[in-house]
């Protein structure tokens, strides 16, 4: 099982729509998530962060969290076509793993059509 | 504000040659530093990771060392590169172990 899930997509949204994007983890110790977003040919760059479970919301982003069910999830409303990009999902491994490393998910490609 | 520089931003070398990439972090001291790889289709993998000067810490085995000479300077080495050693390499900094990471703008690696 990996650590980090995600479906790799693409998920295409109209223009307008909500994208929802989720991700599951397999560490139960787990205590710090990430959502990133990557541009084809460029770096990730953070977006949120969320370390409670329930929902965090910045903007037109909302970070949800269940530790119970180990699933994490993004959405983004009145999706733009500049939104289109891979989300990376990433999980901060729990204390018991030793190094609490950042471990990512392979990413889910979203396509917003104008 | 802190930035993160890397450079080269591209870089062809032939098989068996050596490397070099460089990062570092300005606007704030002694920061948690990364090196991750990302191949062609897959997930961002973590190389090495440093929690102050002269420490390194490698999570996978293979022909890349990285040194961290000062405090905010972070290096990727290998004598002989392999095909395999191709991809994005990022660096990024964090302010503690449990705080996001900011990643620089990557070196991506051609190994022909």
């Known amino acids: 099982q990996k650590e980090v899930e995600q479906n790799s997509g693409p998920l295409s949204v109209p223009e307008g729509a909500i994208a929802s994007l989720n991700c599951t983890y397999s560490?139960?110790?787990?205590?710090?998530f990430f959502w990133y977003r990557q541009y084809s040919g460029k770096s990730p760059e953070l977006i949120m962060f969320?370390?409670?479970?329930g929902d965090k919301e910045d903007g037109r982003f909302t970070a949800q969290l269940n530790k119970a069910s180990q699933y994490v999830s993004l959405l983004i409303r009145d999706s733009q076509p500049s939104d289109s990009a891979t989300y990376l999902c990433?999980?901060?491994?729990?204390?018991?793993?030793?190094?609490?490393?950042?471990?990512f998910g392979t990413g889910t490609r979203l396509l917003v059509s104008p | 504000s802190q930035t993160i520089h890397q450079w080269p931003a591209t870089l062809v070398q032939p098989v068996g040659s050596p490397l070099s990439l460089e990062c570092t972090v300005e606007?704030?001291?002694?920061?948690?530093l990364y090196w991750y790889r990302q191949a062609a289709g897959r997930g961002l993998q973590l190389l090495f990771y440093?929690?102050?000067?002269?420490?390194i810490s490698s999570e996978v085995p293979q022909n890349l060392s990285a040194s961290r000479p000062q405090d905010r300077q972070f290096i990727l080495s290998s004598k002989k590169l392999l095909l395999s050693d191709s991809g994005f390499y990022l660096c990024?900094?964090?302010?503690?172990?449990?705080?996001?990471?900011?990643f620089g703008n990557g070196t991506r690696l051609t190994v022909t």
């Open positions: 606007g704030t001291s002694n920061p948690n």
């Open positions: 560490d139960r110790g787990s205590q710090s």
């Open positions: 969320i370390y409670s479970n």
């Open positions: 990433a999980v901060r491994l729990g204390a018991d793993t030793g190094f609490q490393k950042l471990v």
């Open positions: 440093s929690v102050g000067i002269g420490q």
């Open positions: 990024a900094w964090s302010v503690t172990v449990d705080s996001p990471l900011h």
